[in-house]
Nanobody
Framework: QVQLVESGGGLVQAGGSLRLSCAAS??????????LGWFRQAPGKEREVVAA????????NYADSVKGRFTISRDNAENTVYLQMNSLKPEDTAVYYC????????????????WGQGTQVTVSS
């Protein structure tokens, strides 16, 4: 059984910052073979990729809407992936999910096998 647990969400004013973390665990889970992604879903909208990172950390992929503001990173020794979010905007408000998949730093939801339960990020104007 693989578990992904997100933390770090909350309420922040526009222009502020948050850092999301996602810790992975599981008896047979080899963290280093998985690409990791952060996705978000706002009410009434489809789940969309925010950022993704390859299994080595050498390749990243960002949604155009967050480029230059968000940074994804991973610590394979700690089985953790991070999303540093700066210059937050009200339109960043959503539930943020981390995901793991045997893929490249892909943007498609269907390429990811394991998902966390999500953490709420709310940006006030």
């Amino acid at each position: 059984q693989v578990q992904l647990v997100e933390s770090g969400g909350g309420l922040v004013q526009a222009g502020g910052s948050l850092r999301l973390s996602c810790a992975a665990s599981g008896r047979t889970f080899s963290y280093y073979v998985y690409a990791l992604g952060w996705f978000r879903q706002a009410p009434g909208k489809e789940r969309e990729v925010v950022a993704a990172i390859s299994k080595s950390g050498g390749s990243t992929n960002y949604a155009d809407s967050v480029k230059g503001r968000f940074t994804i990173s991973r610590d394979n020794a700690e089985n953790t992936v991070y999303l540093q979010m700066n210059s937050l905007k009200p339109e960043d408000t959503a539930v943020y999910y981390c995901a793991a998949g045997r893929t490249v730093a892909a943007s498609e939801v269907r390429r990811y096998d394991y998902w966390g339960q999500g953490t709420q990020v709310t940006v006030s104007s």
